[in-house]
């Protein structure tokens, strides 16, 4: 039986906020405005050095920790905090922890490089950027994948907002995020084909997530429900590093051989603290 098509409400932003600002130069400043909520994205073009991305992807397609995800086909190293109780995401990630950190810890790492670059910016204002932390025990510093999903998207639109109000992570500074913004932040170090960024001009409310039973993983929305708004295609190409608003809607369009990205989300718990998951 077809589904009908389901009307789907929340916020839209103006066009003078619903647009990719690009460089091909890091501009730290810009991630800032996307951590502020000021713009809603930004992308560096051939940002990472070429002997970093290739050594960052052999470490990643090497490493004995990457494992493939069901559901959302990927090949992946590090913890996913999506739809499960906070210990045993901090217990997955201090597993991985190790790991992880053999790969991003590549010479002119862009992990590295990032994170120190918004450090510096966050400091003139008298903030800082960590690992999230519980109870003492860290997140996952990061997430590095490659999607292999058949399809029209490698990943279903979702959301990065409405996960993070799972009552089984309820003491878990990431939830204090919610009263900031989310940025989504990609590093991609290996790339053939496709994959385009897709975003919606729509940061659903929770009447649509409980309408759509999906108000505590914000996935998936469906395409045919989204085609009423406008829509942003970013192409994405290796070497490229982009943060952006990952309220809104978005996915990652099909994509053919291999995209491999080194991937966190970040945002304020307060005025002096940005804390980083996965």
Known sequence: MQQSKARLSGQQADPGFFRFEERDELDYELVLDVLH????????????????????????????????????????????????????????????????????????SPWHLFREGVGEVLGKEGASLRVAEMNGRPACAALIRAWDKEGDFSLDPHEDEAQCKDPRQRGFEIQRVLDHQICAVNMCT?????????????????????????????????????????????????????????????????????????????????????????
């Open 190 to 278: 290996e790339h053939t084909a496709g994959g385009r960024l897709v975003i919606w001009n729509i940061r659903p409310d929770d009447a649509t997530r409980r309408a759509l039973d999906i108000e505590l993983t914000g996935l998936p929305y469906r395409a045919e429900d989204l085609a009423e708004f406008e829509e942003l295609r970013v192409d994405i190409r290796e070497g490229d590093v982009y943060a952006f608003n990952g309220a809104f809607v978005h996915a990652v369009g099909a994509n053919s051989g291999n995209r491999t990205t080194v991937s966190f989300i970040m945002g304020f718990t307060d005025s002096e603290t940005v804390v980083s998951w996965t």
């Open 37 to 108: 909520g000021r713009r809603l994205g930004v992308i560096f073009r051939d940002v990472i050095p070429a002997a970093a991305r290739k050594d960052l992807t052999e470490r990643f397609w090497a490493s004995p920790a990457r494992q493939h995800r069901e559901g959302e086909p990927s090949h992946y190293v590090g913890a996913y905090h999506w739809n499960k109780d906070a210990g045993t995401y901090l217990d997955e990630s201090a597993a991985v922890a190790e790991h992880v950190r053999d790969v991003i810890d590549a010479p002119d």
